[in-house]
């Protein structure tokens, strides 16, 4: 159970602010399809979103497909439809399995769009698509990680950026370079990538992690040269966190992406 009162935000159990209820036959063009693959995790998500929420309106169209029941058994096909009405996923909880498999549909088929895939977090637990076109990078890589793992990630073309080496600016730098060859992207954003002393509420315990502003500067960075074309917020475990960071960051990240991503492609 989660270790919280009933609302730990004081708020009613409801969609992600500015949202309405709906179902994938709702979902057109240009539409930001959010809906949950961790009941738990998406509840904190949305609690967080809405007790810290000052807009009364959307800046564009946003629709919450509630939660999937069988997630893994769901996904593709929900992520295949969505993409097919030419709308973007934001999928709240999940684990790398379910990362990977929002890559995959996402990114992985030969026919799919071009894409630039930008992974936060201490692991390489995500695997990168066998077929389509990308370009990758992970940011934040912390400790030991296994041979295989980073000989997979290194293998299909993805960076490593590891935390202990972390610099903005040459971060800023190489993230330009990439938008400059592929502008569209997918942004997954392990909440474990934070240092455990911020924020608890992860999977991970990360010791020497990235700091919350950090994280939500690298955010703000992609979404200034990045067309996203999703978002995925992994690993969130609100239990372990009773103060509630990691959500409240999960939280902010989607409404970075939701609503600065529309400010700068009306520019």
């Avoid at 077929?131 to 912390?142: D, L, P, S, W, Y």
């Avoid at 999960?250 to 009306?266: C, D, F, K, L, T």
């Amino acid at each position: 159970m989660v270790a919280r009162l009933i609302h730990r935000h004081a708020v009613a159990d409801r969609c992600f602010p500015g949202t309405r209820t709906g179902q994938l036959a709702d979902v057109t063009r240009g539409d930001i399809a959010i809906f949950g693959v961790d009941a738990v995790a998406a509840l904190a998500i949305r609690d967080a979103a809405n007790a810290h929420s000052l807009r009364a309106e959307a800046s564009r169209r946003r629709i919450d497909l509630g939660n999937l029941g069988e997630a893994s058994d769901q996904l593709p096909a929900i992520l295949h439809d969505i993409e097919a009405r030419g709308a973007r996923p934001f999928m709240l909880g999940g684990d790398p399995e379910l990362g990977t498999a929002l890559i995959d549909a996402l990114a992985g088929r030969p026919d799919s769009v071009p894409q630039t895939i930008i992974l936060l977090s201490p692991r390489l637990d995500i695997r990168l698509p066998q077929a389509g076109t990308f370009q990758a990078v992970a940011i934040g890589t912390q400790r030991l990680i296994g041979l295989s793992s980073y000989n997979a990630w290194r293998d299909a073309g993805g960076i490593v950026a590891p935390a202990a080496a972390f610099d903005a600016d040459c971060v800023e730098t190489m993230l330009t370079a990439m938008a400059a060859k592929v502008r569209t992207a997918l942004l997954l954003v392990d909440l474990a990538v934070i240092d455990t002393g911020y924020a608890a509420g992860a999977w991970l315990r990360n010791v020497g992690g990235l700091s919350p502003m950090a994280v939500l500067d690298l955010v703000d960075k992609t979404i200034s040269q990045f067309d996203l074309h999703g978002l995925a917020l992994l690993n969130l475990a609100p239990e372990r966190d009773p103060r509630g960071h990691s959500e409240r960051i999960a939280a902010m990240i989607a409404e970075r992406v939701a609503s600065q991503g529309h400010g700068r492609q009306a520019v």
